[in-house]
């Protein structure tokens, strides 16, 4: 049995993904002494990892390009050999995709754990000697056991031949965001790590201490962790659900949603954080980890506690579609036809994540209704946002395609992808803000307007323009949560 972290000199990551890569990244950068090997079955996506040229890594995280350029090569590997990864790891963490299952017993609310399955099968197949195994995706309530099931099977500890093959597992969920994910591997609020086994608990305590303080890493039962991941998330998005309501009946009374979430965050109690009301939650975690807790209610005959946590997605998807019915509302009752500039694809600013992005709901609902959408994010891929609305991006613009007389007539919804937010104003009659970029924040309102078409609205779904500003340059306003204008 492994005693303390100096026995970890080697560490395989399954899953090159938004959580493996950047985590494995700032493990690699901070303890020189351990070889860190990332692996993926995606050909594509580990040559991405490979490039010489660190914009192109498959993930845009502000600050990865550097921590990436200092280990890579030496004590960091991006490769798609998983077996021989596994086979000469001390350490093997789990870094899958784990989806909301979109079929079966669950559908809609369990995660499909398929992924993490075939991972645990082929750690048992590869691994070689003792390995300790890290649960590091989010995983529902008691995965660990599957896991350690299928590696149980695959142990023989009592081998003559050979050393003999043993597992520990272990829970360590990560707590990082996306667009800010590099400051919180480096500066944790927390490490939290899960299991039953003390030594293999301080092994794996041992390299997150290279950098983070003993008192801020927690130390719990297996099933704490796992369930701690999950309640994390679902009171962040609790936060979000019930100032997204208060900005409703702001919108209704005359208040101001920022004034409120800034006398409410006064207190101490409450806290200033999470409290900016927006076209609701996205990103992979929120709702997956909610709809996980809604299963496990459920599945343990407490249907009150299931209808709680489910609310809070409710909520949100009611959020998203209020805003998409506002806009065709304001816009005369109908955008069909109309040219409609969409600032933001992203579920939040710095990423170039497009998972569960309130964009999604919001551009489906006004193509449904025959809008003509030019959609600029910044770091958004197209061919990403052509999956997202399962519909392809016409080319050349709107404004000179002869496409666009056609489905005006059909009502038939289109979109293309401008070069700019300057160049997605042109002919529009509105401008929707989802996702809060700084460059949006500093847009020039000035350069903008006169290329809308009158009258010309601004919905700002985030909250991120200064109204004197907008109407000073001519436009029509409206924020989320002001019931002021
Ligand atoms: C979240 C958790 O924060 C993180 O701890 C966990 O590991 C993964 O899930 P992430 O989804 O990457 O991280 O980003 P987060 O900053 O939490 O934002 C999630 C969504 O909430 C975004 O769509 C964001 O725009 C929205 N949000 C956040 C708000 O609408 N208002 C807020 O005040 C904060
Ligand atoms: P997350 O946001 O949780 O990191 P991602 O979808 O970004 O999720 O990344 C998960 C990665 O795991 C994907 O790149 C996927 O190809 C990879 N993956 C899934 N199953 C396996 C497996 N059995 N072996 C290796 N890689 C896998």
């Known amino acids: 049995m492994i005693a303390n972290s100096t026995d970890i000199n080697n560490i395989c990551c399954i899953g090159a993904g938004y959580v493996g890569g950047p985590t494995m990244a700032v493990i690699a950068d901070r303890c020189p002494h351990i070889q860190v090997n990332v692996v993926d079955l995606n050909d594509s996506r580990i040559a991405s990892w490979n490039q010489s040229d660190l914009s192109k890594l498959p993930i845009y995280e502000p600050g990865l390009d550097a921590v990436v350029s200092r280990a890579r090569g030496k004590n960091l590997h991006f490769s798609t050999n998983v077996n021989k990864a596994i086979s000469i790891a001390d350490m093997v963490f789990i870094s899958v995709n784990t989806p909301t299952k979109a079929k079966g017993l669950g559908s809609g ?17 590869s691994a070689q000697g003792h390995t300790i195994v890290v649960e590091k995706s989010t995983l529902p309530v008691r995965t660990a056991e599957t896991v350690q099931a299928i590696l149980s099977a695959a142990q023989n ?64 039962n297996l099933w704490s962790s796992e369930l701690s991941k999950l309640t994390a998330n679902a009171f962040l998005a609790q936060r979000i ?73 409710t909520l949100n998807t009611w959020q998203q579609h209020r805003i998409s ?78 496409r666009s007389k056609e489905a005006s007539i059909k009502g038939e919804g289109i979109w ?53 500003i907008i109407k000073s340059a001519g436009l029509k306003l409206w924020r989320v949560g002001d019931g002021a204008l």
């Open 109 to 125: 609310q369990a995660s499909d754990l398929r992924w993490v399955e075939a991972c645990a099968r082929q750690v048992a197949e």
């Open 157 to 220: 500890p009592g081998a003559t031949a050979g050393r003999p093959k043993t597992f520990v597992v272990l829970s360590n969920p990560e707590f990082l965001a996306e667009g800010t994910a590099i400051n919180d591997l480096e500066d944790p609020d927390r490490i939290l790590i899960g299991g039953e086994d003390s030594a293999s608990i301080e092994s794996l305590a041992s390299i997150y201490k290279n950098w983070v303080p003993e008192n801020k890493i927690i130390r719990t």
């Open 241 to 313: 659900s019930s100032i997204n309501s208060v900005a409703a009946l702001c919108e209704v009374t005359g208040a101001d949603v920022r004034e409120v979430s800034m006398a409410i965050g006064a207190d101490s109690r409450i806290g200033t954080k999470f409290l900016n009301s927006g076209p609701g939650f996205g990103g992979s975690c929120f709702k997956k980890d909610i709809l996980n807790l809604v299963y496990l209610a459920n599945y343990f005959n407490l249907p009150e506690v299931a209808d709680y946590w489910q609310h809070v997605v």
């Open 325 to 402: 019915r506002l806009i065709v509302k304001t816009l005369f009752g109908t955008v069909t036809g109309k040219r409609i500039a969409i600032y933001g694809f992203t579920f939040k600013a710095d990423t170039n994540d497009t998972r569960e992005a309130p964009s999604i709901n919001i551009a489906k609902d006004l193509l449904e209704e025959g809008a003509q959408l030019a959609i600029f994010d910044p770091k958004a891929k197209i061919d990403q946002i052509e999956i997202d609305l399962n519909l392809k991006a016409i080319s050349p613009p709107i404004h000179n395609n002869p």
């Open 416 to 468: 293309w992808a401008p070069k700019s937010a300057i160049e997605a104003a042109n002919g529009v009659d509105a401008i929707i803000i989802l996702t809060e970029w700084e460059e949006f924040k500093n847009i020039s309102w000035e350069e903008v307007a006169p290329k809308m078409r009158k009258p010309a609205w601004v919905f700002d779904s985030r909250g991120i323009v200064n109204p004197s």
